[in-house]
């Protein structure tokens, strides 16, 4: 005889369904018809059963087709119906046939509809066997049903099974669809799909695909979705100053005092005098060998120099020092073996300590030994000392982290600050054109207008037929500070498809002397004539030409608008808001402290040049960048920095991204940074003063899945300094004034984000050490707004989470209407009946609940700053071809085969989606037909009934109106009928313009 072991382990952070926030709950298995529970925990949301329920398989070959429920119920006291608190449904074809083949696996707890509250999830292990012999393994499925498509798994919410156990039958369940649940990685493979049938990648699923048809590179590519608490937040209690209150002791602590302290020996190698000749030609190449212990730091080598002056740092960290004496050598670089001049060696124990913000230590002449320790000729200019990673000298030391780094790469290594150049709005207003002189003046010009800014190029629309064109359209750019580039306009004669002849051309070249600036006044600058030439034309044919009194002009309007904000980031997750001029911005209202502490699990990403990951973490805030220095070949590097903001608004996000640095080792300059994380953190969600200390999750969405390169380690910190402020500034738009005086056209909006993304990224290049462009577009997310189903699906899901409220509070309606709970509805009756004795008491019973709601739920505030959600972004749960459409280029590089389905599919999606907007425009339609006569018989009984009704009320006081009105809905359900009631269905039988469509 076949058995089935399901093995009841635990669950985790279940939904509290009492009023002091616990439950008691117990698990139900069903299989086949046999149904086994196991004992309940009372008052235990994190329940531990550790049962064993075992079931019989009648027929082994059909366990494939069979079903696993587990249900998690609240067991109730006093005989009431349980409370649901999730489910989970396994499908046999992924049962393990042995124990040792079965693992414990977590299932996330669904829900039984699109509006429950439901969360947590359960540990099972489950397996089969067969008493005295093998199990016999199932025949292989040659009808197996494919899973439901992408676009189906959007409305499949509305078919899902609903687990409802009836009231007198609690044995009968009503199945209608329910999501799968398969577990991980066991010996039966599912079944292969094709191309066409694509499965959803439900929690905790593996799936498989065919690409045999669509052929991304990913083929039979296998998904695993990691455990939720994988992605999750690590709260962490470093030993840092601001948690131990050491504000008032160490100078270094107060200022860095959410970073830990790390010492370092720093030697200052400043220069050298009196050097012996060397070689016999009597010159000398010296350079300064510091070293201490298996790390080695060396200088530049100076040729033919016998006073060479370096001025050079370098830095030891002190957890690694391996002696106890410091050696500086002195050689002489030689085409072979590198001469010994002399050397200095300096006990540790003699190292004197120094804390900011105390003066540098002022070097000394140290007089050089040779191999036998004896005075020799020549002396070097040293300071030591031993200090922390506040000192001013620790962002351009050497650092013992990168001593296989060359000099010429050392820059990269680094920390740095930068600044993202200050953009403006350019206006060009493009009015009309006079005494235009095509070539051909036979026939009639076709001119239109291109304008040219750097990289950015614009044209206005086609007028026919006339000399003197008029267009009168206003074209928008990103210019920034120093405004290098010229303003080009061009007339263009359109002469055919794809030819066009320039009939003449204006070039501005600085932007601040013809442009004005407009601050926060929507009056527009006068426009200015200019002079058009042909740019054929050499300098002394157009010095002539200006000197004529004919020419062709055209009129132009230039303004530089610095009232606005110029959007460089997503407004979703904008860290500035803040106007281009400087007299119109705000005063600060705190100050942001961030604390790049460790990283932790990072990924090997070099493990193909024999080491491991140099990893450097980026910062933006503002218009300020900061990147800490790369720390080599370690997958648990440890930066200890901290930087400063200050804040101006509280709504806004700083966003610290994780790479691996391509540039260490003089890679070729086409290398890409890999990217390894990012983390996103809203001001607003963090309490004053509070300091916050977790791991991050380094989240990275590849078109092969959703990826974990490690976790980063944050400190964070805001602290308000002026709280009017702040609290005003809830209350003030979230732009500048200019932005609603003169709002931005919609269409010009993406664009304008897009160019001035490409312009921060350009000027970032262009530093020393150069914050690279991937980076860059990374931080600002440069692509987010270009299509991804994910990212749909993602956002339906959003939508029905928000609809899930409106639903509960619908149900509960319900509820007292039906006389669910009698205490209950008789509590509403009473309340409903005083209300309506005295509706001046409805008003403030509405602030009081909503005050004493707001006042109940500060106990369940969140305690974690917000992180990237891997569930929220449905990053878990994405198929290959999916991910491989939304890592596709634009416009696509993919096969024509490839583009067919895709299309097809999105074809089906937009169908689902036109039919939802279809339903909601006829819903709108019948509400307007109500008195617009399309129907006659429809429109006369309702004016009818709205006569009668106005008579009704007119004559009988409100008080009793409202009453009948209320008792009718809260009637007791044996006055119900099951049918709808008469006002739905006259509604729904009001004509709409649905049948007018083609």
């Known amino acids: 005889m076949s058995k089935l072991v399901v093995e009841v382990l635990d669950a985790g952070d279940l939904m509290p369904k ?73 499908y046999g074809v992924s049962v393990p046939l042995s124990e ?42 040659s009808n197996f049903r494919a899973e439901e498509t992408p676009f189906q798994e959007m409305n499949r919410n509305d078919v899902r099974e609903d687990f409802r156990v009836d009231e007198k039958k609690k044995n009968k369940v009503k199945e209608k669809e329910v999501r799968t649940f398969h577990s991980i990685g066991h010996a039966a493979p599912p079944p292969v799909f094709q191309s066409s049938q694509w499965r959803e990648m439900a929690p905790a699923v593996e799936t498989r695909m065919d690409f045999a048809r669509a052929g991304p590179p990913q083929a039979a590519a296998v998904m695993h979705m990691q455990m939720p608490n994988e992605f999750g937040l690590v709260e962490t209690s470093p030993p840092l100053a601001a948690r131990l209150r050491y504000r008032g002791g160490d100078k270094t602590t107060s200022t860095y005092d959410l970073v830990e302290q790390m010492q370092y020996l720093y030697v200052s190698v400043v220069k050298a005098r009196d050097f012996p000749v060397m070689d016999l030609s009597g010159s000398l190449d010296p350079y300064v060998e510091v070293k201490l212990g298996n790390y080695k730091g060396v200088t530049k080598h100076l040729e033919k120099n016998r006073n060479p002056v370096w001025k050079q740092i370098f830095a030891f960290s002190k957890e690694r020092l391996q002696a106890n004496l410091l050696e500086v050598t002195v050689k002489d670089k030689d085409i072979g073996k590198d001469d010994f001049v002399g050397r200095v060696e300096i006990d540790l124990a003699e190292v004197p300590v120094r804390v900011p913000p105390d003066s540098p230590l002022a070097p000394q002449w140290y007089k050089l030994e040779d191999k036998k320790r004896e005075k020799t000729k020549g002396e070097i200019m040293l300071a030591v000392w031993i200090g922390t990673q506040a000192d001013e000298s620790f962002p351009e030391a050497w650092h013992s982290d990168a001593h296989n780094v060359s000099h010429s790469n050392l820059a990269n290594t680094r920390s740095k600050v930068y600044f993202s150049p200050k953009l403006y709005y350019l206006r060009i207003h493009v009015l009309q054109a006079q005494d235009l002189v095509p070539s051909d003046k036979g026939r009639a010009p076709e001119t239109f207008v291109t304008v040219n800014l750097g990289h950015q190029t614009k044209p206005t629309g086609v007028q026919t037929r006339t000399i003197n064109p008029i267009w009168n359209e206003e074209l928008m750019f990103v210019a920034a500070e120093p405004f290098e580039d010229m303003v080009i306009v061009t007339v263009h004669d359109r002469i055919g498809p794809g030819k066009d002849e320039i009939l003449g051309r204006v070039i501005i070249p600085s932007i601040r002397d013809f442009a004005v600036t407009r601050l926060d006044k929507p009056k527009l600058p006068d426009p200015r004539w200019y002079n058009l030439f042909k740019p054929s034309l050499a300098a002394e044919e157009e010095t002539e030409k200006k000197k004529e009194k004919f020419s062709s002009k055209i009129l132009l309007r230039l303004c530089l608008d610095a009232g606005y904000h110029v959007l460089d980031e997503s407004t979703h997750f904008s860290s500035d808001l803040q106007p281009s001029s400087k007299h119109l911005r705000k005063e600060s209202i705190g100050i942001l402290e961030l604390g790049i502490l460790s990283a932790r699990n990072l990924l090997p990403l070099k493990s193909k040049e024999g080491r491991t990951t140099d990893a450097y973490c980026v910062a933006k805030y503002g218009n300020k960048w900061v990147r800490t220095r790369t720390l080599l070949d370690t997958l648990a590097p440890r930066w200890n920095e901290q930087y400063t903001w200050e804040v101006h608004d509280p709504c806004t996000v700083i966003t610290v991204g994780v790479f691996d640095n391509a540039h260490t080792n003089g890679h070729k300059e086409d290398a890409r940074d890999q990217r390894i994380g990012k983390v996103r953190i809203r001001l607003s969600t963090l309490e004053t003063d509070r300091v916050y200390t977790h791991y991050y999750p380094l989240l990275v969405l590849t078109p092969f899945g959703l990826k974990k390169y490690g976790e980063l380690q944050l400190a964070l910190r805001f602290t308000c300094t002026a709280w009017v402020n702040m609290v005003t500034q809830y209350g003030k738009p979230l732009l500048p004034k200019m932005h609603y005086i003169q709002p931005i056209p919609v269409r010009h909006i993406d664009m304008l984000r897009f160019q001035a993304m490409q312009i921060v990224a350009a000027r970032l290049v262009r530093a020393e050490p150069p914050l690279r462009r991937e980076v860059v577009e990374y931080m600002l997310d440069v692509d987010y707004h270009m299509f991804s189903l994910r990212r749909s699906k993602a956002n339906f899901h959003r939508i029905m989470s928000l609809l899930s409220s409106i639903s509960h509070v619908c149900r509960w309606f319900h509820d007292i209407c039906n006389w669910r709970n009698p205490v209950t509805t008789c509590l509403v009756h009473v309340l409903f009946l005083i209300l309506v004795c005295y509706p001046e008491l409805i008003l403030p019973t509405i602030f009081l609940y909503l005050f004493v709601i707001g006042i109940w739920n500060y106990q369940f505030r969140p305690r974690h700053p917000p992180h990237m959600d891997a569930r929220l972004s449905q990053a878990d749960r994405t198929n290959p071809d999916e991910l491989d459409e939304e890592f596709d280029t634009f416009p696509t590089s993919k096969p024509s085969d490839i583009v067919r389905m895709r299309y097809d599919r999105l074809r089906a999606v937009a169908g689902r989606v036109q039919s939802v907007v279809g339903d909601l425009a006829t819903q709108g339609e019948r509400a307007q037909a109500i008195l617009s006569w399309r129907d006659p018989r429809a429109t006369a009984i309702f004016i009818i009934f709205s006569l009668i009704w106005a008579m009704f009320i007119y004559v009988t006081p409100l008080q009793v109106v409202a009453v009948l009105v209320g008792l009718y809905m809260l009637r007791h359900p044996r006055f119900r009928n099951k049918m709808p009631s008469v006002p739905v269905n006259f509604f729904k039988r009001l004509p709409a313009k649905s049948d007018m469509l083609l």
């Open 18 to 90: 009492y009023g002091n926030g616990s439950a008691s709950p117990f698990a139900e298995v069903d299989f086949d018809g046999q149904r086994q529970r196991t004992c309940t925990k009372p008052k235990d949301l994190n329940p531990q059963w550790n049962e064993q329920l075992v079931f019989n398989v009648a027929n082994p070959r059909d366990l494939q087709n069979k079903t696993i429920d587990v249900v998690v119920y609240d067991d109730r006291q006093g005989g009431h119906h349980p409370k649901f608190l999730g489910r989970v449904r396994i």
């Open 100 to 141: 040792s083949e079965a693992s414990v696996q977590r299932y996330p707890l669904d829900k039984r509809g699109i509006f429950s509250h439901i969360k947590g999830d359960i540990a099972l292990k489950i397996y089969a066997f067969q008493n005295g012999s093998g199990f016999v393994p199932p025949a292989p499925a």
